[in-house]
């Protein structure tokens, strides 16, 4: 019997689309089509839930079911037992690794619970392409508050009482860009959306794109109204062809709702929005060289000693802030600035989403109150390291951000805290390493990325950067010496003062960072010739422990080269000529016998 | 309005850059990518100069920074010189060959490490722009800054012969290291991969241009243009100037 109407939302982000999510939710529209269900449950292709590892996800309304993993042979079963029998499903629900139990509705799971959904308070819940949904939520009821009973200086007061700071970055104070580009007459004014998206491990942004392009669309019409502009562009970066789909639905159903357009809701405003496609530059995503892409010009950024909201979009006061920034507008408006400041720590209102990669149990997309601690993010969110593995720091901001060393965990994830120590917020990537991740390598990574994407326009990013890469890479080789770290510093600190933009200004916070934590670890390379994280190939070897080793044989099995030998429950042996120090063995050994040791000196003579 | 560089107070008009200022006053500020009467680009960074801010100082490229009534500059404080140090030294490990920045080397006594130096490297471009800004100005737009990062490069579109490049030169001309190859030899000029036809001085007969250039000027100027190199146009308005003013003197 089933007397309620239910909901079945399916995600359909890009993570769950990969996973084949679309076929589940066709699956589900074709096997209610004429069937003779008594109430038919509404089906939804929602935005993506955060969890991606985990997908494809299916939620049950209002029963607050949620499965994951879903395949779309387990739809008859799910309209049999869940829709019809009110029951639920136990294999396809959520796994709880910290309190190892399953768990009927995400929302309990500790990836969730400690969330508090501003930005992403939609996704997930509503169909991108549906307005009505939207609107159901309380979309555009922002909107009209601000057009029928605010005037715009209002409009910008309660955005500055609000102590928002752009999520792009940089954490500039929202209010005060707004408050300083209305001052301006110099007529057109232009509102801009950075949707260029390009940290390694972010997805916040396209997220909200792709899962509630509405609120985006609101936020910037707001904006437009208090700084008196009527032209607004959003740049969306040319690999988020999803994002740019939902986005053009929900501009087209906007302006057919009378939301965009001439003559807004008979008010007499006028505000219409286009969609530029990035370039597939990383640097388009700062702000000048943005504006310089949509102008036509080659991505390259200026000198900006005279802001952008003077002079920004074909010389013209323009606004440009992030999607996350402009997706807390809406509610800001609707629910005041003080509720706002409730959320997060004194200049530090709100909340951040943080996309949460690398090396622990839980990854995926979280929305924080600022404010708290990067220990609660890793291990009562994240649920701790894989294998529980040593924690060795965490990376934030992208390649542009810096090193947060383990003696930081209690540090408060916030604009000012993260700057104090030398890393920023960034676009809010948080990658967590272990102690099997090479600092000195991972510097190297982040340096190889920017010397390609560095726009190449002044010398100390271009060639400092390059510089700095091939310094790093002598070193991972073996070929270091003691001096290279006084360069490494000098160079750095040129890099950071002399850049053009905040690509090049920011680039050498890695090495920096890392040279300043983890000092050792690079001597480490240089004098002992030894990786202690085992990455560094050249500064590697492996061996086995003979007091220790259980003679499992399970290292034995995993070599792929055959160096390992050894007799049944007895220690076995590696073969040092034979090894390609894949590290397989100290993977997978269960008595941890495996030690990792230095490279051979004797090569290194050069 | 007032600037004071290096404690001297000095007149600024409106709307100038500090760069600007500093040439009307001789104050020497090293640049690699300025040139007058074009508008700064801040690619070399090395007229980095030190401005006061409040009780902060910040770094800032002269090339492209307004100048403001009150300012004060530091154009050579300890900070301003160690990155120019390094801003020459990462220049002399991309174009280690190249005699203009081998000098500006010896000139601020940068080493770079031996083991750091590719002495093999051949290339002369670091990428200061002026010869585009040049093309630019011209209204050719032949050339133009292609790719990013390390593999950025002044090129034609797709590195194929230009059909806008007139062969004027002019790319060359203000190049400061002489990385643009230009020769002349037979009657034809070759610059980026293509042919010109060279055309002669009407009076001493020195191949001096090319026929797209000239009538590149000649389309602008909607006349045709006498063919005359520029060391006989000025004798020849030397002996005009004295025709004229005979009578004076």
Known sequence: MNEIKRKILVCCGTGCLANKSYDVYTGFLDKLKGSDIEVVPEVKATGCNGLCEKGPVVKILPDEISYFKVKSKDVDEIISKTILGGQVIDRLLYFDTKDKKRLVSHKDANFYRHQHKIALRNIGEIDPKDIEDYKAREGYKALQKVLFEMTPDEVISQIEKSNLRGRGGAGFPTGSKWRTCSKYNNDPKYVVCNGDEGDPGAFMDRSIMEGDPNTVIEGMIICGYAINSNRGFLYIRDEYQLARKNMQVAIDSARAHGFLGKNILQTGFDFDLEIVRGGGAFVCGESSALMASIEGHVGEPRAKYIRSVERGLWDKPTVLNNVETWANIPPIILKGPEWFKTIGRDKNSGTKVFSLVGKVKNTGLVEIPMGTSLRELVFDIGGGIIKDRPFKGVQTGGPSGGCIPADYLDISLDFDSLSRIGSMMGSGGVIVMDDT?????????????????????????????????????????????????????????????????????????????TLKYFRNEYLDHIVNKRCPAGVCKNLTSYSIEEEVCIGCGACAKKCPVGAISGEVKKPHFIDRDKCIKCGSCFSVCPSGAVKIGGGLIESYSK | MKVIVNNKVYQGIPGETLMELAKRYRISIPNLCHKDGMEGQGRCRLCMVEVKEGSKTRIVSSCVYPIKDGLEVMTDSDKIRAIRKNIILLLLLKTPNNDYIKSLAEEYGVRAPERYMDSSLQENCILCGLCVKACEKLGTSAISLVNRGTSKKVSTPYDDPSKDCIGCGACADVCPTKAIRMTDENGIRRIWNKDFKLVRCSVCGKAYTTEEALKFIESKLGDEEERICEGCRKKNIGVRFKESYKNYF
């Open chain 1, 437 to 513: 991740t090479c600092m000195v390598d991972l510097a190297r990574y982040y340096m190889e990325f920017l010397s390609e994407e560095s726009c190449g326009k002044c010398t100390t990013c271009r060639e400092g950067i390059n510089t700095l890469l091939n310094i790093l890479n002598r070193i991972t080789l073996g070929q270091g010496k003691e001096e290279d770290l006084e360069l490494l510093e000098s160079l750095s600190e040129t890099i950071k003062e002399a850049s053009l933009c905040g690509l090049g200004k920011t680039a050498p916070n890695p090495v920096m960072t």
